[in-house]
């Protein structure tokens, strides 16, 4: 009998995935990603200019949103399912490392408050706009991006984002188990250091914090937004379906590292 190949470039085909902060780095690899293996992808982001070129780019939909508005985040969901008719994979990656969020004891607390909106509170909210669909649908795959941070502890301390990202990887889990036999999976990304605009910006500014960081880094060199994009959509993918309420680490073995090799 004659075995049917299984074509992997479109494993997220008839598939409808947002994307938060999906108009740069981490998110618009895997908006890219996502559109390459068949998937229609709405991309959510604060800046038009950007995000109506990159859904231009994949074609897909661009909705502009800030997602520690709840209204907003809201309306991006529902947009989603009223152009597409479901929402089935939630990738809720939009983020902020502000340079006043830095050590507690310089840190106040606006920037804190700043960056648990956007970092953690529009995760709660996504989610739960999410759900609202996946939850009728018995099916979906939530993929929330939280860090290597939320599990080792850094003495280049961005306070209020390692904060909430331990807060995102804990409701990942959470959510993982409560809605798993709902045919909902629920997974959290934690990224190493990650080349993009955010860490290059942090890292033109102050060299040997960057070095500080590379120093542990086993495979020597900091991580790609494309290679952050295939853990992401082999998590949005039935490639994944055993998997949920996972501490996904994509690190290069920091993790892993007691010392690391010469």
Avoid at 87 to 92: H, T
Avoid at 122 to 130: G, K
Avoid at 244 to 250: D, H, I, K, N, R
Wanted: hydrophobic share 45%.
């Amino acid at each position: 009998m004659a075995v049917t190949p299984i074509d992997l470039t479109q494993r997220l085909a008839g598939k409808v995935a947002v994307v938060t902060g999906g108009a740069s780095g981490i998110g618009l690899a895997t908006a890219r990603r996502f559109a390459a293996e068949g998937a229609t992808v709405v991309i959510g982001d604060f800046n038009p200019e950007t995000g109506l070129a990159a859904a231009a780019e994949i074609g897909g939909l661009f909705v502009q949103v800030d997602v520690s508005d709840e209204d907003q985040v809201n309306a991006l969901f529902d947009t989603t399912n009223e152009v597409y008719g479901s929402v089935d994979i939630a990738f809720n990656n939009a983020g902020i490392s502000p340079p006043d969020d830095d050590s507690i004891e310089t840190t106040e607390l606006p920037a804190w408050q700043k960056v648990q909106d956007v970092n953690l509170k529009s995760v709660y909210l996504c989610c739960r706009a999410a759900l609202r669909y996946m939850v009728p649908q018995q099916r979906g795959s939530i993929i929330n991006t939280a860090s290597f941070v939320a599990v080792l502890g850094s003495a280049t301390s961005q306070i209020s984002y390692t904060a909430s990202k331990g807060g995102v990887l804990a409701m990942s889990r959470e959510l993982g188990v409560q809605f798993a036999r709902q045919g909902i999976r629920v997974n959290a990304l934690c990224p190493g250091p990650v080349n993009t605009p955010l860490l290059q910006d942090l890292f033109a500014k102050d060299e040997e914090r960057a070095q500080r960081r590379l120093v542990h880094v086993p495979v020597g060199r900091f991580g790609e937004p494309e290679e952050m994009a295939a853990a992401v959509a082999f998590l949005a993918s039935d490639d994944a379906s055993f998997i949920t309420g996972s501490t996904f680490m994509v690190d290069g073995g920091i993790g892993a590292a007691y010392v690391t090799p010469i």
